[in-house]
């Protein structure tokens, strides 16, 4: 199964976009930080990933500020020209 739930901050927007069929699109980096136990030892994990989110969804996160925590749902793919992987978004909330 493929889904993803993250708590991140959106530090990077693009300009709102469509694709060829006329569907709004919205690229994205998100930033996640937080301490987890990994084999009983505390250990701070920070990332920044590329996201990506269409429809209703790219609307309202084209006009969404900077730095408010968020939770993400969504799931992973590999990014179009093969570099990476991107997080495709499919539900969001304010934290």
Known sequence: MNLLQLSAVVVQVQS????????????????????????DTPRRVKLQLRAVAFGAQAEILSRQGLDAVCEFHGFMTNARNGKGVVFHIQDFSKT
């Open 16 to 39: 709102l976009r469509y694709t060829p069929a006329g569907i709004p699109a919205v690229n994205l980096v998100l930033e996640h930080e937080s301490q987890v136990v990994e084999m």
